[in-house]
């Protein structure tokens, strides 16, 4: 988080896997601000702008797809509870790599997940209200009408 965004809430959980430059397991902090999430542990973060999010949902370890496990590999698959609910966000990260993390928000995943996935709405909806805008003042312009 910049040192301007205060975070509104913050879970502690376990980053199961999923990004390609974070292989182990291990306790994260996850921060929620007003325009991004970040994971933080081990003295490394994760940032992920809520516009870059494309799905917030939850699985079972069943559920996990081959191309997940492959993706956080097989050990890290091996050893999920089976019975277990499991966040998982899609995004696109900043060179535009799909990317799929799996975290554990033991007892707060209800709240958590709620958070995440209300704050992704309101992203998109703040994006695509801006672009209609920008394309409506263009339009005008284009065609010669001024607004008064």
């Known amino acids: 988080m910049s040192e301007k965004e205060i975070p509104f809430a913050k879970y502690g959980a376990e980053y199961i896997g999923g990004h390609p430059m974070y292989l182990q397991r291990q306790e994260v902090m996850v921060l929620l601000g007003e325009s991004y999430m970040r994971l933080w542990g081990g003295g490394n973060g994760i940032d992920i702008p809520y516009r870059d999010i494309k799905?917030?949902?939850?699985?079972?370890?069943?559920?996990?797809?081959?191309?997940?496990?492959f993706m956080f590999g097989a050990a890290g698959g091996l050893f999920l509870e089976k019975r277990k609910l499991y966040t998982v966000i899609d995004y696109i990260d900043s060179i535009g790599d799909k990317i799929s993390i799996v975290l554990d928000f033991h007892r707060k995943i209800d709240q958590a997940q709620s958070?995440?996935?209300?704050?992704?709405?309101?992203?998109?909806?703040?994006?695509?209200?801006?672009e209609v805008e920008f394309i409506e003042s263009i339009s005008k312009d284009a065609i010669g009408e001024k607004e008064v």
């Open 55 to 69: 799905r917030v949902g939850n699985a079972t370890s069943e559920s996990i797809t081959n191309t997940r496990l």
């Open 115 to 130: 958070n995440i996935y209300l704050k992704m709405v309101a992203a998109r909806t703040k994006t695509k209200t801006e």
